[in-house]
């Protein structure tokens, strides 16, 4: 078998294809090493710009109270769903331009939560007019110091368990929102509510000193582009090919048969849902979490806790979120002494405090998730969330008086 296998490389199929490839080769080499070099500069000149902005942290200090809904956060993310810079294929492809992404994420350091918002200082200003448009009872202040960076993955002293999470379903099909739980209603009372949030917020108070959980919700706006592009999701086009699909099921098996079948109360609701979504603007995303803590305090029940806090987003008919590309393995054969779980881990840590997705050198196919999907996910809770955790400003934010003396 061996013999046979080397013996196909002094056929003489394979000879004629050695003397081609050798004859052609002005022909193909040029264009290869042209090929080469392109992506190469593209790259270059990509990373050299990301490196040249500059980038802020921003944590959202919450009042007592917040009367708003969640659709007002789907507001503000309506008003950060731009793409300038990608604008031409000069911008793009010549000076190396890449169209901004944010962000968001909830942390919770010793049980004290914290919301944050991570941008390019030249979209601060945009941010913060958003927020403060829908929410301007709270506060906005740059942190001091980033708090991923100020904790280092030292084996036998510190340990850290951490995934990246993926969608159950296509990116067509949407997942639970605030619309599902009837926070869209106007005038309902604080005790009929029920905020998704509450339960996620709850556990992530709940952990102990010397332990931190971390989610960021990294998005960046989605063109139609993108699947020619960069290997993206192309959000529309598969949203239709899924409701051609479901409408499909309910024709006649028998190509003679008169009459369609009636879709059931379960298709006809994934159809509505589809279509709902894709109404809404979308933004390719990606959801990082992570668990930290000193190694005398780790808690493995964390694990699952952490990876079930997205649960109460998942709907059993649509769509849902899953643990992928973890920091552990599942068998001990698998990793020698934790060699490969250190690693990962350090290459997770180190993900999550440059906030990539689209880009080298952590870049992966991101889904597409809607406004309302990311304000079910990432909004600022009312007085239903009694978290004690959850950290309060003691009064409202307001303008001065217009009578103060000058």
Known sequence: ????????????????????????????????????????????????????QEMVLLEVF??????????????????????????????RLIQGKVRPWWSFEIVSIEGHVHFYIWTRAFFR?????????????????????????????????????????????PDAYPIKTYVDYGLDREGIKDEEKVDPMASFLEFFASIRKGEQLWIQIIIQQTKSTDMVNKGFPNWKKEA?????????????????????IEPSEGTKMKIAAIERSINKHGFNAGIRGLYFADASVFNPANIPGLITSLKHYSSNNLNGFFPQRTTDFN?????????????????????????????????????????EELATIYHFPGSVVQTPGLQRIPSKRSDAPPNLPI
Not at 64 to 87: C, L, N
Not at 138 to 153: C, F, G, P, Q, S
Request: with cysteine; aromatic share 16%.
């Open 331 to 371: 068998y001990p054969w698998q990793d020698y002494n934790q060699i490969r779980e250190t690693w990962n881990g350090r290459r997770l840590l180190e993900a999550y405090r440059k906030r990539p997705w689209f880009h080298p050198p952590y870049r992966y196919k991101p889904y597409v998730l809607n406004t």
């Open 62 to 91: 919450l009042p007592v109270d917040i009367k708003r809904s969640p659709k007002a956060m789907e507001a503000v993310f309506s008003a950060i769903h731009t793409g300038p810079q990608e604008t031409t294929w000069y911008s």
């Open 125 to 169: 200003n945009t941010v913060e007019s958003a927020i403060y448009g829908q929410y301007p009872e709270v506060e906005i202040h740059e942190a001091k110091n980033d708090y991923a960076r100020l904790v280092t993955l030292v084996p036998e002293k510190t340990k850290m368990w951490g995934c990246d999470f993926g969608l159950d379903e």
């Open 240 to 260: 239709a090919k899924e409701v051609e699909k479901l409408r499909a099921e309910s024709l006649p098996k028998d190509p003679e048969a008169r009459f369609a």
């Open 1 to 52: 078998m061996i013999r046979e296998f080397f013996s196909l490389f002094y056929s003489d199929a394979f000879l004629l294809f050695l003397q081609i490839l050798v004859v052609t080769m002005p022909v193909w080499l040029p264009i290869l090493l042209a090929l080469t070099f392109w992506n190469l500069w593209i790259r270059y000149k990509r990373k050299q710009f990301i490196l040249s």
